[in-house]
């Protein structure tokens, strides 16, 4: 099965910036990827979307604030997370729209003043 690896987490104060990646095992060319993420006590929920061909697409909450991209060289995604608020404290990961990949550890992101 497919591993994936996320990294960039951290602590932030509000309206600050972070850049979360997710490196796959394998190419993701033709894959639509998604980055989720799970809060302390709340299920997992759907962040933001790439497709294969097409356009992205993005929760309610986080639009105009985050922003996903990816690097099928690199087999990688991105998610850039702009300001920042309390609420997007969670643990962000990364799979296909299919959670077709075997599941990551996570980065934690904490958002705190």
């Known amino acids: 099965q497919v591993q994936v690896v996320e990294s960039g987490g951290g602590l932030v104060q509000p309206g600050e910036s972070l850049r979360l990646s997710c490196t796959a095992s394998?190419?993701?060319?033709?894959?639509?990827m998604v980055w989720y993420r799970q809060a302390p006590g709340r299920q997992r929920e759907f962040v933001a979307s790439?497709?294969?061909?097409?356009?992205?697409d993005y929760a309610t909450s986080v639009q105009g604030r985050f922003r996903i991209s990816r690097d099928n060289a690199k087999n990688t995604i991105f998610l850039q997370l702009d300001n920042l608020k309390p609420e997007d404290t969670a643990v962000y990961s990364c799979?296909?729209?299919?959670?077709?990949?075997?599941w990551g550890q996570g980065t934690q992101v904490t958002v705190s003043s």
């Open positions: 394998r190419s993701i060319r033709l894959y639509d």
């Open positions: 799979n296909t729209r299919k959670t077709s990949f075997a």
């Open positions: 790439i497709p294969a061909f097409g356009f992205s």
